[in-house]
């Protein structure tokens, strides 16, 4: 197998294949509750958890549910925000041998229903807050439970009383409904035992919800295999182990932060501080109080932190790594985050990934002591990566650009209830391996390092040649006036598609004529001709979506009704 994966070279001391057990992600959690009983599991606002302690309240919440109706090989779905009853009542689920469908859990109704729909849920876990969406909706199948959790479940009752005064009180009564049940009243009940279903490795362990190309995200079906051959190969690369800490950032309903910040911490023995709310600011306020040793988030998340001046005189030496994802990672960016660290005493780099939810999450990042610019790294243990020639199975050479085609244990079992998609993406190649089109554009080198280029659905089509808006993002990230740029192709008359820059100034008073003229002019220095932008709207702010990735679909859809509303 060396011959097809140059990239070993740089494992260092990095195994190249490591021993996944053939067990289910219940019992994952189980044997790291043998082996580290009172060490922390979780941190939630400083309500902790030891993993005796949490080992314990998953089978009483497993306990609770199969009182409740669920059985092996039915489905809940989970609306929570990264919280102790979402990640409990994931592991008690899978203890079960049911799915859970993981959801953000500031849905809207009629997604909702479409999520209920998908996955066939007869059960359903949400905050009391968010009651009124699931009273509204009428699914196929009717919900039969309703277990709403509150925020102060999990909190001191000074954090109680805090939660109450600023949110508590303007959440809406719950009114009488004979499918409610409460999280605590359900967890403080006497139960009849359960035993652990007869789920295996190989079975579904979740749903979780991507966008497609068709507008209604597809639900992927991922398995215990996955998630524990995925935990383990970031755990390796990241370096977690027994006593260490990662922020969970990254919501449960993402594939990062269910994979990644909850289940290979989880897996490791390592502490998950659960993030509820994300915003900079708190990520700011939890390296400065809780000084994790690992940190994942997306582009937006290290500009921000980088410019926090809470952070100007924090000790940062706690930080062993760093990676960022979901979108691509600014070089200017990468310097002004590394170069805070640096004064802050700590010596990490911050490294580029990539993956998607197909394969639960990353699968290939840079080594922790290699620097390519540009490149999202090389593959995980276990994981191969190959560049297809774009709609076919041909291999390309180093160098040259096509499809970002992934194979190994991490790649999910398919799509819920859709063969076809599932036959376009799950193709078995020549070699009899099952390789996932992923859709990405990119190149690998001659070493095995990959290089992304661009999501084939962002990709713009600018008087008939190919325009890459991250290439074009990265150059305006280099002009000093510039804060944030995010770069799409919005429709026009004569070249179908225009490139078009929407850009946040450091400065907002400079937006101006001269200042749109001299980032265009910056472009042209930098880029071929129709690869640069034509126009730049300036922005007070860029929208984000709910993972903190700017949401460029939005900026195109308000910049169409700004345009139509003008009469262009």
Not at 2 to 19: C, D, F, H, I, V
Not at 176 to 202: E, I, K, N, Q, S
Not at 444 to 465: E, H, P, Q
Request: hydrophobic fraction near 45%; proline fraction near 7%.
């Amino acid at each position: 197998m060396t011959e097809t994966r140059p990239w070993l070279r740089y494992y260092g001391k990095l195994a190249p294949s490591l021993n996944y057990p053939e067990i289910t992600l219940y019992q994952a959690v189980a044997a790291t509750a043998a082996r580290v009983p009172d060490d922390i599991a979780w941190d939630f606002l400083d309500t902790t958890a030891t993993y005796r302690a949490f080992l314990e309240a998953v089978d009483q919440c497993a306990n609770a549910l199969a009182a409740l109706g669920l059985a092996a090989g039915e489905r809940i779905l989970i609306s929570m925000p990264t919280s102790p009853q979402g990640v409990i009542a994931f592991y008690a689920a899978n203890k079960l041998g049911a799915v859970p469908a993981l959801i953000h859990p500031l849905s809207t109704a009629p997604e909702i229903e479409h999520y209920l729909n998908a996955s066939r849920a007869r059960i359903a876990l949400t905050l009391d807050a968010f009651y009124q969406r699931f009273a509204t909706i009428h699914p196929k199948l009717p919900l039969r439970t309703l277990i709403l959790a509150r925020i102060p479940d999990y909190l001191s009752p000074l954090k109680k009383f805090g939660f109450w005064l600023t949110k508590g009180r303007k959440i809406p009564a719950v009114p009488a409904d004979a499918r409610v049940r409460w999280w605590t009243d359900l967890m403080a009940a006497r139960h009849p035992d359960v035993a652990r279903g007869g789920a295996t490795t190989d079975d579904a362990a979740a749903i979780l919800f991507s966008g497609g190309t068709t507008g209604l995200p597809k639900g992927i079906l991922l398995s215990n295999r996955n998630f524990i051959a995925e935990g383990m190969q970031a755990a390796a690369w990241g370096g977690l182990a027994e006593g260490h800490s990662i922020l969970a950032i990254l919501p449960i309903f993402h594939g990062f932060g269910l994979g990644v910040c909850v289940n290979a911490a989880f897996m490791a023995g390592g502490k998950s501080i659960l993030v509820p709310m994300f915003s900079a600011e708190v990520v700011a306020k939890l390296l400065r109080t809780k000084r994790p040793n690992l940190l994942v988030g997306v582009p937006t998340l290290y500009e921000a932190l980088a410019r926090d001046p809470s952070l100007a005189k924090a000790d940062l030496s706690c930080l062993r790594a760093t990676f960022s994802g979901a979108d691509t990672l600014p070089r200017p960016v990468k310097e002004r985050f590394e170069k805070l660290v640096a004064e802050r005493g700590g010596r990490v780099k911050l490294l580029e990934g990539y993956g998607l939810t197909e394969a639960v999450t990353a699968i290939m990042a840079m080594p922790l002591d290699e620097y390519r610019e540009g490149s999202i790294g090389i593959p995980f243990p276990d994981m191969l990566a190959k560049i297809c020639r774009s709609g076919t199975e041909e291999a390309l050479a180093p160098g040259e650009e096509g499809e970002i085609c992934i194979a190994g244990p991490a790649v999910m079992l398919g799509y819920l209830d859709d063969p076809e998609a599932t036959r376009d993406t799950l193709r078995v190649h020549a070699d009899g391996r099952t390789w996932l089109h992923t859709g990405d554009i990119g190149k690998m080198d001659a070493d095995g390092f990959f290089y992304f280029t661009v999501r084939l659905k962002r990709m713009i089509k600018s008087s008939g040649f190919n325009v890459y808006p991250a290439q074009v993002e990265a150059v305006l990230y280099q002009h000093p006036l510039v804060a944030e740029a995010c770069v799409a192709g919005v429709p026009d008359p004569s070249q179908v598609e225009r490139v078009q820059a929407f850009v946040v100034l450091k400065d907002p008073a400079l937006a101006s004529a001269a200042t749109e003229r001299a980032l265009i002019e910056h472009c042209r220095a930098q880029l071929i001709k129709w690869s640069c932008p034509r126009q730049i709207e300036f922005c007070a702010e860029l929208p984000k979506t709910r993972v903190g990735k700017i949401d460029y679909k939005l900026l195109v859809q308000e910049h169409i009704a700004k345009n139509e509303g003008a009469g262009e």
